[in-house]
């Protein structure tokens, strides 16, 4: 624990000016980031008597070792790199909500040629129009099978949409009238797109028009006594009403409106978001928090719209926010939603009528979402602290393991041979520290010489890092020495290291307990692998695949955990997602391999290029029998560039000719030619219970 007199800054060293400031532990990564329209008001606060701060703030000081700041001219701009310094350092002080569940959004990609509808989840895209969140997937298809009726927009994949392109014959939809068939050229390309406009409108909020334009058709038609016309006319009106119905009216203004509720204690928040647009509920979504700094109400809604309309822009961000709580100051905060939003925004409270009344209903949600995650975490949270406490008292640990790694090889009868490492952190994944290696130490099958290789570079790397955060306490200058070779095959040297500035770096962290996938030869040769090294803080064992077995170095019997242990049971996850990481990658490296063709030894010539060389002369055969000037034809391909091939191809020998074993008959050599569709290999999961067969065929 620090003490943070030691490093208080020194007085009027600190302006007093806005600025965003970071403090650092004694790994120098960021635990903390904060924003302030007086530096030096907001950071003397932290340097008081520890006994007048807030628990949290209290811990958040003393795990600290150094503060440091950046001084900016407006406080729009402080909550702008605030933001961004929280999105890029994830310090782990600082309110981060986490959305409960991924929501689906009803998505049309009109940056296509032809627009497709359809329910798309995560990282939004640049020219597609988003429609949500909803709570379920099905509803948006539901919402979707109304409206096709009327707005007969491509709703089928790229594969469905060449296929029927190729034949001349559209898919189900295409018949039943529920698909206009761009594919088969029923619509040109801008009539579709007129169609997938109009499907927008409707979905933003403009229904009324749409439907008493309708609605006069309808009566025209009847006039002329075109009777079949009147009835299809009636028949979209009625869908197109009961796709509205699906989202009853819940203010009477045609308001487009986001409204947050927040339930909180004194551990965690719980944040509620209604999307109203043309006065309906058109989407819902809910975050939960750890309240591990202390913050006010305000300060949670600040984080909350920080976290809403960070990566949005234009329409997405509505003309009115209604909140609980207004953050303090809120004048930066509104000036900085109407940038993102291009016009004015309006943040404010709701105090009386159907807005309050709505705001009511949502603040009730969130009432119910915080109690479901306490009962739910609070199951977790016993189950994960039972199982780390067993470990602990089964391993004979002087504490429960909060960080665990463990490793596994995988191969193919000796051929690409490589290893996973995967982290858990309080018994829960942490995919984003995932690290995977090339063995290139030695060629052929060895999982213990594999093993001690990969220990060796993992913990090779964690002791450069600490030498250069200053940590290196054996008096020694250096790291022990060795050929360090990285994933990507990077000899590792001082030079290779990026300087320190709080981002999380790859092997910086040290874990608690190494987990091998094995029994005791990669036990023995983990653990002398960190024996070298001279760590001596870290504990290793190894659970055997046969029996579940859990090995320690330098014991002759194993220890068996009871089968209804529930640390026996996260060590079986932990094995298992590291099989899965590795043998994931495996076969990656192994499809690539047969994938390759004499154009990957082409220097500089890229994927993009090597697929427009192919697709332009239809197989490697035909493109080595051109001539340089055919080549250059190829758009992207210079003189240069096509004499490098052509000299390539040359010396390449050609693949030997196809034989149809049925037959015996020799078949046209067409060496990789041009597939009608490409696909990835498939990634089969590997789970506990995959047979011990599989696995000494793929391990």
Known sequence: MA???????????????????????????????????????????????????????????????????????????????????????????????????????????????FPRVQVMRGAKKKGVRYFGPYGHAWAIRDTVDLLLRVFPVRTCSAGVFKNASRTGRPCLLGYIGKCSAPCVGR??????????????????????????????????????????????????????????????????????????ALAEDELEAAVQIFHVRGGRVRGQRGWVTDKV??????????????????????????????????????????????????????????QRGDKKALMETVQRNALQALALHKTRRA?????????????AEALDLDSAPLRIECYDIS????????????????????????????????????????????????FRRYLVEKEKTGEWTDG?????????????????????????????????YPPQLVVVDGGRPQVAAAQRALDELGIDDIAVCGL???????????EDDPVVLPRSSEGLYLLQRVRDEAHRFAITYQRAKRAKRFR?????????????????????????????????????EVPGVGRKTAETIAVALAQAAPAAPAVNTATGEIMEDDEHAAPETTAGPAEEPVTAGASDERRGQET
Request: net charge negative.
């Open 3 to 113: 003490d943070p007199s030691s490093y208080r800054p020194k007085p009027g060293q600190i302006p007093d000016s806005p600025g965003v400031y970071k403090f650092r532990d004694e790994h120098r990564r960021v635990i903390y980031v904060g924003k302030a329209k007086s530096l030096r008001q907001r950071l003397a606060s932290y340097f008081q008597d520890l006994a007048n701060l807030h628990p949290r703030t209290r811990t958040m000081v003393t795990t600290a070792a150094s503060v440091e700041w950046t001084v900016v001219s407006t406080e729009v701009e402080a909550l702008q790199l605030e933001y961004s310094w929280i999105k890029e350092y994830d310090p782990r002080f600082n309110v981060k909500y986490r959305d409960d569940k991924s929501y689906p959004h009803l998505a049309v990609t009109m940056n296509e040629e």
């Open 596 to 632: 390759s063709g004499p154009l990957d030894d082409v220097p500089g010539l890229g994927e993009s290029r090597k697929q427009a060389l192919i697709k332009h002369f239809g197989s490697v055969k035909k493109l080595r029998s051109a001539t340089i000037d055919q080549i250059c």
């Open 293 to 350: 700094e202390a913050v006010t109400t305000g300060d949670l809604v600040e984080h909350a719209l920080q976290q809403l309309y960070g990566e949005e822009t234009g329409d997405s961000v509505p003309k009115e926010v209604l909140v609980p709580a207004l953050p303090e100051p809120v004048e930066p905060v509104q000036e900085w939603l109407t940038a993102r939003r291009g016009s004015n925004v309006s943040l404010r409270i709701p």
């Open 411 to 458: 191969h193919l009868q000796g051929d690409d041979v490589v290893a996973s490492m995967v982290v858990f952190e309080d018994g829960l994944q942490r995919k984003g520290e995932y690290r995977r290696f090339q063995i290139k130490g030695f060629a052929g099958q060895d999982d213990v010489r594999s093993m001690r290789e990969v220990i060796t570079r993992r």
């Open 544 to 554: 055997a695949k046969r029996l579940e077995e859990v090995w320690l170095p330098g």
């Open 476 to 508: 020694e200058d250096t790291v022990p020495e060795a050929a360090e070779i990285l994933a990507d095959g990077t000899p590792l040297s001082g030079s290779t290291l990026a300087e320190d500035d709080g981002r999380p770096k790859r092997f910086a």
């Open 379 to 391: 199951s977790d949270l016993t189950t994960r602290s039972r199982a780390l406490e067993e470990i």
């Open 187 to 260: 619509v040109s390309p801008e009539e579709h797109r007129d169609l997938a406009e109009e499907f927008c409108d409707f979905m933003a909020g403009r229904t009324g028009t749409y439907i008493r334009r309708l609605e006069q058709q309808m009566t025209e038609a009847a006039e002329e006594m075109e009777y079949e016309r009147a009835a299809r006319l009636r028949d979209d009106i009625e869908a197109l009403r009961k796709a509205m119905e699906k989202n009853a009216v819940v203010l009477a203004d045609a308001t487009d409106a986001d409204l947050m």
